[in-house]
């Protein structure tokens, strides 16, 4: 039979977005550890399907001791049922343990394949301006990744136990069902009872389905508006001293509001689908226990089957179409667990091709890579939008160790230029040689300053310990932060407590802890008055005497600092001029 438009759909899916993600961890290098805790978990689910073929033949015996009124074969079924209950919760556990383990262990190795995907390389940062499925990645990995690997061991888990119930109950229900004569005819039909249980089963799950279609395509939407209202929230509480300042309370409100409308909606529509399903799967599942004592009700009656046969049959046919009736009951986890795996999915494979195009011709792509001079070279450097707009083409400049260079112009253009030789914007053409040998320090105009003691904010990115007190001390003091020298060991949200213009003095403290060679750095000090500036960046010119230095800046009054000064002009009009001012008298950066 040809398989319709939605199982192609789903046919592709599998084949086309989640195997690669599944079999990268099944292949991996813990591959035989993987196999050998799957293999443990197959061997405990037979047992478990074991101690249930085992259970319904106690269940016949205990019901042919009652009808017989024997004391002596109730109390050996009561001794049975010991050994039955004690292996049941021994083989439970183990599976239960094994189960979470593998969850565990396919989230652990999955997190941190995307992990190593998505905070390397910049593709964090670029994630953000390319195409495709990728909204909220930090949901993706912390949450998705979660259901999706829970769901599919748990629901394979689960569907292999039908399989092995289904096969095991068929023969089962065959032995003891006995065959039924249609009234009036000679039509015999053998093992009637497995015939119903498939007719049974089958109505149910085809009814299921139908009525079922809804909910998956709500789950779905359900995730996504939950995944968008977390990511407000956490925004509104990332930016609240501004949304604060500017009393915009009322507006994240009203977007707030907005989200959670969304979600309200979205939770309508999934009670919407379950509605169906759930009043379905009620009655359907009241029915079930009732059903085949019905059917088999009359062979009881007329002598040709035991009490014990009768009741073994009944759990039989229940074991049976309860196997058969898999898809409909974990249909609400089926649809969960697409809708996380396909946002993984997305989110993999946008990753992969960030790192394809990364290895790419470099045609289509700024080439970036060490030189053998120490210099920094621009060659034939063109500079666009991730949406293909020029910004600047034709680039060509050669900035030498040791040189001070203003970088002017238009903003944009000095911006994609900073992060372009960062390392953060592939999207150009041309040519940057970096220096051979040496470390470029990158200075934006707000520093990253991590949770936690200053000491280790001010350190960052080596760890607290990396350098001595009095050197710390030192640059504070170079750049007019004393009064923070006595909060090294304190801890805080250091980008929250201190306002904008402590946290450019604190990047530029960073700075000259490190002292590098090269350093670029982006407007770093326009939250300072002209006077602060112009010393700040006179202590820079002290602190690192051998240094690089490239600084974006549209502040005329800084030019005397600098040797070279680079304008850039939208394409076409880019270009580096002679070298302008002269070098200023020191001065002395005054503490605020």
Not at 393 to 398: K, Q, S
Not at 408 to 421: H, P, Q, Y
Not at 516 to 534: C, G, Q, R, T
């Amino acid at each position: 039979m040809a398989a319709g438009p939605a199982q192609q759909s789903t046919l592709a899916w599998l084949s086309g977005q989640l195997w690669p993600v599944i079999s990268a961890y099944w292949c991996s290098g813990r591959k035989w550890r993987v196999r050998g805790a799957v293999l443990l978990l197959i061997l405990l689910t037979e047992a478990q399907v074991g101690l249930a073929i085992w259970l319904s033949y106690w269940n016949r015996e205990l019901f042919d001791a009652l009808e017989a009124r024997s004391l002596s074969a109730l109390l050996l079924q009561v001794t049975t049922f010991v050994g039955i209950f004690v292996l049941t919760m021994v083989v439970t556990a183990l599976h239960l343990h094994v189960k979470r383990w593998l969850q565990l262990d396919w989230r652990r190795w999955l997190t941190r394949r995307l992990l190593n995907q998505w905070l390397p390389h910049a593709h964090h940062y670029q994630l953000q301006f390319t195409s495709g499925e990728h909204d909220n990645p930090d949901g993706r990995i912390a949450e998705d990744i979660r259901i999706a690997t829970e769901t599919a061991v748990g629901l394979a888990l689960s569907l292999l136990y039908s399989v092995l119930i289904l096969g095991s109950f068929i023969d089962i229900l065959l032995s003891v069902s006995g065959s039924l004569q249609i009234p009036g005819t000679q039509i015999v039909i053998p093992g009637y009872l497995v015939l119903l249980a498939f007719l049974y089963a089958g109505a149910g799950t085809a009814f299921g389905l139908l009525l079922g279609r809804p909910l998956v395509n709500a789950t779905n939407r359900l995730q996504a508006v939950e995944a968008n209202l977390r990511f407000g929230l956490a925004r509104a509480r990332e930016n609240s001293e501004s949304i604060a300042l500017m009393h915009g309370e009322g507006i994240e409100q009203q977007q707030a509001a907005r989200l959670f409308a969304d979600v309200g909606r979205g939770w309508d529509r999934q009670t919407l689908g379950y509605l169906g399903i759930v009043a379905f799967s009620t009655g359907y599942g009241t029915l079930l226990p009732v059903f085949p004592l019905l059917v088999a009700a009359p062979q009881f009656i007329a002598g040709t089957m035991t009490l014990g046969v009768l009741m073994q049959a009944a759990q039989a046919f229940q074991r049976l179409t309860s196997a058969l009736s898999w898809p409909i009951d974990n249909l609400g986890e089926l649809a969960k667990g697409r809708a996380s795996a396909d946002r993984v999915a997305s989110l993999y494979h946008d990753l992969r091709e960030l790192e394809e195009r990364a290895r790419g011709p470099v045609e289509h792509r700024i080439d970036l890579h060490p030189g053998v001079h120490d210099e920094l070279v621009l060659r034939d450097l063109s500079l666009a939008g991730p949406d293909g707009r020029l910004l600047v083409e034709h680039l060509n400049a050669r900035i030498r160790r040791g040189e001070r260079v203003l970088i002017d112009g238009d903003a944009s253009a000095a911006s994609c230029l900073f992060k372009a030789v960062a390392g953060l914007w592939p999207w150009g053409s041309g040519e940057i040689r970096l220096p051979a040998g040496e470390h470029i320090v990158f200075l934006s105009q707000r520093p990253f300053l991590p949770d936690g003691s200053l000491r280790a904010a001010l350190s960052y990115p080596h760890p607290p310990g990396h350098f001595p007190s009095g050197a710390l001390e030192h640059v504070l003091h170079c750049a007019g932060l004393d009064w923070l020298a006595p909060r090294l060991g304190d801890s805080d949200r250091w980008d929250a407590v201190l306002p904008l213009r402590a946290q450019q003095r604190l990047g530029i403290a960073r700075l000259l802890l490190q002292r590098p060679a090269w350093v670029f750095i982006e407007e770093a000090s326009d939250a300072f008055d002209p006077h602060a500036e112009d010393c700040l960046t006179d202590i820079l010119q002290r602190e690192l005497p051998d240094s690089t230095l490239l600084t974006v800046s549209f502040h005329d009054s800084l030019e005397r600092y600098f040797s070279r000064k680079l304008i850039l002009k939208r394409a076409g009009e880019a270009r580096y001029p002679s070298p302008v001012g002269e070098e200023p008298e020191p001065c002395a950066l005054r503490k605020e």
